[in-house]
């Protein structure tokens, strides 16, 4: 997170570091600035909170993951008699009996132990990742109510929210999302339509105006899911819709100020998580839900051994200080968008699934559907990254920093990024530079401000270095990734 008065500038062995417009069109079909390659993996992780110094001729990531220390396998060999290794022990006494015979079984138990400990968690998350491979009959049927896919997928992008939010389902007979009238409704099932998209129960709901001409009317009885308890209908009494909210969100005990690049307060943005890989704060995340946390999919690299194993990971929410943890979740599963492309980072966005549910913290609100933010909103990024690209430590404390919302068109325009920005991400910062995320911001949240709520505009990304001119920060964009969200929050749901 920075905030800095003068644009940041790299020095290379006394040489200033400089892209160029014909840099940018060079590099114009090369993959946005790496997120793997800032700190050595060979070497053993730094004592928090001090980083390696990062390389001057590197463009900065959004992420640091942290290297792992190498463990060497047992030499075993050494400790079997000779004879056995030769194939001339000829009997049972001198194979397994005596002082050599007990000293092979006790090897071959320890190196059993070993590969247990050391591999077996990989192995079983391979085995229940091949297990959980989503597959769907040729019969299967979207938003029917029955789950035909064997992890639901057929099922688990037929609901949505409008303005006001405004409840909309599709059917596999609507094949178009329509609000769900209010004539029938009541608590119950505004507790399943919201345990249906991963949510505990509805906090509140109400009723509203609409001009729709169709409608999803209530059937007798409510099934497993609001798809399959609804029918089209072109009447609606008094043209009443329901508006559904699944949680209390978006409004922070602590009045938000109006100035950037400063330490946040507590409480102020309580839906902030901090994401510890093997003990050292590696991303940021956002509370979405009680059991569900939403963060950057490039925070779990391949490359990286053991990224993708859950029990390596703990997250802290609502914390203001990396000197004052709370007491951490676990996570259960990792999920990542099955789309994200390492080499362009789009759709670069992922969820965790909490062991159990955060309990007293407030969730970000999720926008609606068509929900637009404009320029002249507040919107705000948070974390605990660098304040400075030439600082060598993350900071301790929780920053916030004030950033406008850039137009597509700009962001993509031959003087800032070049073309190498999709319909899935979105940029945020200051042109003239000194307002940015920074390394160790991954993941963490771009919010902005409306109707008195913040709503979850983006996910920190990538970026070429911090705060620099003409280079904002790159944020995956909520807005058009929302039905992946409540599909994957459906389908994993409590």
Request: aromatic share 8%; charged share 15%; glycine share 8%.
């Given at each position: 997170?920075?905030?800095?008065?003068?644009?940041?500038?790299?020095?290379?062995?006394?040489?200033?570091?400089?892209?160029?417009?014909?840099d940018?069109?060079?590099?114009?079909?090369?993959?946005?600035?790496?997120?793997?390659?800032?700190?050595?993996?060979?070497?053993?992780?730094?004592?928090?909170?001090?980083?390696?110094?990062?390389?001057?001729?590197?463009?900065?990531?959004?992420?640091?993951?942290?290297?792992?220390?190498?463990t060497?396998?047992?030499?075993?060999?050494?400790?079997?008699?000779?004879?056995?290794?030769?194939?001339?022990?000829?009997?049972?006494?001198?194979?397994?009996?005596?002082?050599?015979?007990?000293?092979?079984?006790?090897?071959?138990?320890?190196?059993?132990?070993?590969?247990?400990?050391?591999?077996?968690?990989?192995?079983?998350?391979?085995?229940?990742?091949?297990?959980?491979?989503?597959?769907?009959?040729?019969?299967?049927?979207?938003?029917?109510?029955?789950?035909d896919?064997?992890?639901?997928?057929?099922?688990?992008?037929?609901?949505?929210?409008?303005?006001?939010?405004?409840?909309?389902?599709?059917?596999?007979?609507?094949?178009?999302?329509?609000?769900?009238?209010?004539?029938?409704?009541?608590?119950?099932?505004?507790?399943?339509?919201?345990?249906?998209?991963?949510?505990?129960?509805?906090?509140?709901y109400?009723?509203?105006?609409?001009?729709?001409?169709?409608?999803?009317?209530?059937?007798?009885?409510?099934?497993?899911?609001?798809?399959?308890?609804?029918?089209?209908?072109?009447?609606?009494?008094?043209?009443?819709?329901?508006?559904?909210?699944?949680?209390?969100?978006?409004?922070?005990?602590?009045?938000?100020?109006?100035?950037?690049?400063s330490?946040?307060?507590?409480?102020?943005?309580?839906?902030?998580?901090?994401?510890?890989?093997?003990?050292?704060?590696?991303?940021?995340?956002?509370?979405?839900?009680?059991?569900?946390i939403?963060?950057?999919?490039?925070?779990?690299?391949?490359?990286?051994?053991?990224?993708?194993?859950?029990?390596?990971?703990?997250?802290?929410?609502g914390?203001?200080?990396?000197?004052?943890?709370?007491?951490?979740?676990?996570?259960?599963?990792?999920?990542?968008?099955?789309?994200?492309?390492?080499?362009?980072?789009?759709?670069?966005?992922?969820?965790?699934?909490?062991?159990?549910?955060?309990?007293?913290?407030?969730p970000?609100?999720?926008?609606?559907?068509?929900?637009?933010?404009?320029?002249?909103?507040?919107?705000?990024?948070?974390?605990?990254?660098?304040?400075?690209?030439?600082?060598?430590?993350?900071?301790?404390?929780?920053?916030?920093?004030?950033?406008?919302?850039?137009?597509?068109?700009?962001?993509?325009?031959?003087?800032?990024?070049?073309?190498?920005?999709?319909?899935?991400?979105?940029?945020?910062?200051?042109?003239r530079g000194?307002?940015d995320?920074?390394?160790?911001?991954?993941?963490?949240?771009?919010?902005?401000?409306?109707?008195?709520?913040?709503?979850?505009?983006?996910?920190?990304?990538?970026?070429?270095?911090?705060?620099?001119?003409?280079?904002?920060?790159?944020?995956?964009?909520?807005?058009?990734?929302?039905?992946?969200?409540?599909?994957?929050?459906?389908?994993?749901?409590?």
């Amino acid at each position: 997170m920075t905030e800095n008065k003068h644009i940041a500038e790299v020095q290379v062995e006394s040489t200033r570091f400089i892209l160029t417009d014909t840099d940018m069109e060079h590099r114009q079909t090369e993959a946005p600035p790496s997120y793997d390659s800032v700190v050595n993996q060979n070497t053993a992780p730094p004592l928090y909170p001090s980083l390696q110094t990062l390389s001057a001729n590197q463009i900065l990531p959004y992420h640091i993951p942290q290297p792992i220390p190498q463990t060497p396998a047992p030499r075993a060999a050494e400790t079997i008699p000779s004879q056995r290794r030769q194939g001339l022990c000829r009997s049972k006494r001198c194979c397994y009996g005596g002082s050599s015979g007990a000293t092979v079984v006790v090897m071959l138990v320890v190196i059993a132990i070993w590969l247990g400990v050391r591999y077996g968690p990989t192995l079983w998350a391979l085995s229940k990742s091949t297990k959980e491979t989503d597959t769907c009959p040729p019969s299967s049927v979207d938003c029917d109510g029955k789950r035909d896919c064997s992890q639901g997928s057929d099922e688990s992008r037929c609901v949505r929210f409008g303005t006001a939010n405004e409840l909309q389902v599709m059917t596999f007979k609507s094949s178009v999302f329509l609000p769900v009238c209010a004539q029938g409704w009541n608590k119950n099932i505004a507790d399943q339509t919201c345990q249906q998209l991963g949510f505990r129960q509805h906090h509140e709901y109400g009723f509203l105006l609409t001009n729709s001409s169709s409608f999803q009317s209530m059937n007798s009885q409510f099934t497993n899911t609001i798809q399959g308890s609804v029918n089209r209908s072109t009447s609606c009494p008094g043209q009443q819709a329901v508006s559904l909210h699944c949680s209390k969100c978006g409004k922070p005990p602590v009045s938000t100020r109006i100035i950037g690049g400063s330490v946040a307060a507590d409480g102020q943005w309580p839906w902030q998580a901090s994401l510890h890989f093997q003990g050292y704060h590696t991303c940021g995340g956002t509370l979405l839900a009680p059991d569900f946390i939403i963060t950057a999919a490039h925070c779990f690299p391949k490359e990286t051994r053991d990224s993708q194993m859950p029990s390596n990971w703990k997250v802290y929410i609502g914390l203001v200080s990396q000197l004052r943890l709370p007491s951490p979740y676990y996570v259960h599963k990792i999920i990542l968008h099955e789309n994200y492309d390492p080499a362009t980072k789009n759709n670069d966005i992922a969820l965790l699934k909490l062991n159990k549910p955060a309990s007293n913290v407030q969730p970000i609100c999720l926008p609606v559907f068509g929900q637009k933010f404009s320029p002249a909103q507040q919107c705000w990024t948070t974390g605990f990254g660098l304040t400075r690209q030439e600082a060598d430590s993350i900071s301790t404390s929780l920053m916030e920093v004030k950033v406008d919302l850039i137009d597509l068109s700009v962001c993509n325009s031959h003087t800032v990024y070049h073309g190498s920005i999709t319909e899935n991400m979105q940029c945020a910062g200051d042109l003239r530079g000194g307002k940015d995320s920074c390394q160790g911001d991954s993941g963490g949240p771009l919010v902005c401000k409306a109707d008195d709520q913040w709503y979850l505009t983006g996910v920190t990304s990538w970026g070429d270095g911090c705060g620099k001119q003409n280079r904002p920060g790159v944020y995956s964009n909520v807005g058009r990734l929302l039905m992946w969200i409540y599909g994957k929050m459906q389908q994993e749901r409590p």
